[in-house]
């Protein structure tokens, strides 16, 4: 599904630092695919067929949050990659998690459960190697596509990167972030979400990594709290 791109607030879109288009110029579009939240209906989270997916814009209308912005800034915080959050979201956040049996959003890496779906994607329509790397290894490793789907090859733990060997698509994971940037052609990228159902949105040329970033106030609790 594709998201309307969120509105950043005035201080993040007039600021001058480089967007996310920046780093990846060479391509026509990037975007940003949300890690799903996971029904937690299988005691193996590495085992994509035992997996379901919730989406974003799901969760937030389970929890009753403001937008996809409020969601990711939670999520940063659930992983310290932000110091406070409001005490009344972050509490919806979690009551939802448990009320529904749900496997927090994947971080730092392609989650599991769009690594087979993504792999068959890219192999029904031609490519049957892609490189692997990460994200402090640079060092391109070629893989045959056929091997990581039918388990012969194990799935690298610490890539973040998968860029085909023609360099037209580029998955690009970081550490701490909740999705993952896809650059390639406007129209590669139309056609693989709706294959692999992804959810997300496309970046402007000013879209930040830090798009969803807004200053917290009311009632907060921050990394020691007891209420986390």
């Known amino acids: 599904m594709i998201l309307e791109t969120p509105t950043q607030i005035p201080e993040i879109e007039n600021n001058g630092d480089k967007s996310i288009r920046d780093k990846?110029?060479?391509?026509?579009?990037t975007f940003i695919i949300l890690h799903p939240f996971l029904k937690n209906d299988s005691v193996n989270r590495e085992n994509e067929k035992d997996l379901?997916?919730?989406?974003?814009?799901?969760?937030?209308?389970?929890?009753?949050?403001?937008?996809?912005?409020?969601?990711?800034?939670?999520?940063?915080?659930?992983?310290?990659a932000r110091s406070i959050?409001?005490?009344?979201?972050?509490?919806?956040?979690?009551?939802?998690?448990e009320l529904?049996?749900?496997?927090?959003?994947?971080?730092d890496n392609y989650p599991v459960c769009l690594v087979y779906p993504t792999l068959n994607y890219l192999y029904a329509i031609g490519y049957r190697n892609i490189f692997?790397?990460?994200e402090y290894n640079e060092s391109n490793i070629l893989y045959e596509i056929e091997?990581?789907?039918?388990?012969v090859v194990n799935w690298p733990k610490q890539q973040t990167r998968i860029l085909t060997p023609d360099y037209k698509i580029l998955f690009e994971t970081n550490a701490d972030e909740r999705f993952t940037y896809v650059s390639a052609d406007k129209l590669v990228i139309d056609k693989m979400v709706a294959a692999i159902n992804l959810e997300g949105?496309?970046?402007t040329e000013n879209t930040k990594s830090y798009w969803s970033d807004e200053t917290?106030?009311?009632?907060?609790?921050?990394?020691?709290?007891?209420?986390r």
């Open 52 to 80: 379901t997916r919730l989406n974003w814009s799901e969760f937030v209308d389970l929890a009753k949050l403001k937008d996809i912005k409020e969601l990711d800034r939670i999520l940063a915080f659930l992983h310290c």
């Open 24 to 29: 990846y110029f060479g391509y026509e579009s």
């Open 100 to 107: 529904y049996n749900l496997l927090d959003a994947e971080v």
């Open 132 to 134: 692997l790397y990460s």
């Open 147 to 151: 091997a990581l789907i039918n388990k």
């Open 216 to 227: 917290e106030s009311g009632d907060t609790i921050d990394w020691s709290s007891a209420k």
């Open 85 to 97: 959050a409001p005490k009344s979201v972050w509490l919806k956040y979690k009551k939802t998690i």
């Open 201 to 203: 949105f496309y970046c």
